[in-house]
């Protein structure tokens, strides 16, 4: 009950023409329900409509414990909304000539070891086949603090791949990891210099940042997560330096959305770059995943809607655009394992007049 109370203190709102009072109502009635469905305690969301950010808001609290309302500018983590970035910047540099995605990952990271089961590439990489597992032995509860991209491959680089390169979709931020360390390398500065240089600043994205716990971030979110018993709780800490590429990052709602419309505005790379970006890959024996180049894809009779969920302590998170429409909706929400993914998709049908 408190949960519904709570849309009383949403701050603030952005509202132009183009998006009808009632399905600016029905939005907040998703989010409501969504919200006293998982006992989430903050949401915001934000909306394009035609290739525009046209709304946002907040909902809840962003800090219990302090009574904070969360805003449209309430930062929570991105979780995995940091891989489609990462991508985003591997292919910038493809084009630039600095990048080959079918070069062995060690031209640009030669320290990680040459595995017997062939060579690992950033295509594999970033369309999650490259063999490199994914977190175990509470791994992703690490506190230890990492000072760059680098140091943060001893976690993996010298285990077995759980596939040969190219065979088998497998999800793992450590390859994105390696990824980001690759970028860092091609491009010649830092990971996040790079990407705050050629993505962030094209896309208006002002605030995005490496969530790094021993700064002052300003409205940075606090983390929950729902007991089994429904007790919300505080959510464990886990210090996400060790992941930036992969999971690494902190920002609003309305980022998301305007790095989605700088993709498909041309703003960030070419047409033909992002075509093959959106594009199903091909495994080796001719099947097809359906995952992109750090991106999940979903072509269906409204156009290709493409987008990335984002989970772990404290936040779930979801950005999906219809790339045919321009419509988009970033969904973030500062508890873990709750419905942000549901929400955005019923709020892009919605937008799309298929709800």
């Not at 109502?25 to 006992?39: F, G, P, V, W």
């Not at 989430?40 to 046209?54: H, S, Y």
């Not at 007790?231 to 609003?252: E, F, H, L």
């Amino acid at each position: 009950m408190m949960l519904r109370r709570t849309l009383l203190f949403s701050l603030p709102v952005a509202l132009f023409a183009e998006i009808a009072p009632d399905k600016i109502i029905r939005i907040e009635l998703l989010t409501a329900e969504q919200m006293s469905k998982d006992s989430i305690p903050a949401v915001t969301v934000a909306v394009a409509v035609n290739g525009k950010l046209q709304w946002q808001q907040g909902f809840g609290f962003q800090d219990l414990e302090n009574f904070i309302p969360a805003r449209a500018n309430t930062m929570y983590r991105l979780g995995s909304i940091a891989k489609p970035i990462t991508a985003v910047a591997a292919l910038q540099l493809l084009e630039k000539g600095k990048l080959d995605l079918d070069a062995p990952i060690q031209k640009y990271v030669p320290t990680f070891p040459e595995k017997a089961e062939g060579p690992i590439t950033m295509r594999l990489l970033l369309a999650h086949v490259g063999g490199i597992r994914h977190y175990r032995d509470g791994e992703i509860d690490s506190i230890r603090h990492y000072e760059d991209v680098f140091a943060p491959l001893d976690i993996f680089k010298n285990d077995p791949l759980v596939a040969p390169p190219g065979t088998k979709f497998s999800y793992t931020t450590y390859g994105y990891n390696l990824a980001g360390a690759a970028v860092e390398k091609a491009a010649g500065q830092r990971f996040l210099d790079y990407v705050k240089a050629n993505v962030f600043a094209p896309a208006g994205m002002d605030r995005i940042r490496d969530d790094n716990r021993w700064l002052v971030i300003p409205n940075r979110a606090r983390g929950y997560s729902k007991r089994s018993d429904g007790v919300v709780v505080n959510t464990g800490y886990a210090d996400i330096s060790n992941k930036i590429p992969g999971g690494g990052m902190i920002g609003t709602a309305g980022e998301l959305v305007k790095f989605a419309l700088a993709l498909r505005d041309g703003k960030l790379l070419r047409r033909e770059t992002m075509e093959a970006m959106w594009s199903k890959q091909i495994l080796k024996d001719g099947k097809t995943s359906s995952y992109g180049l750090g991106w999940n894809l979903d072509p269906n009779l409204r156009g290709l809607i493409v987008g990335h969920s984002g989970g772990q302590q404290g936040c779930s998170t979801m950005l999906l655009m219809n790339t045919r429409t321009g419509n988009a909706v970033a969904v973030m929400a500062n508890m873990d394992g709750v419905g942000a993914g549901a929400l955005a998709g019923r709020i892009l049908a919605l937008l799309d007049g298929m709800d």
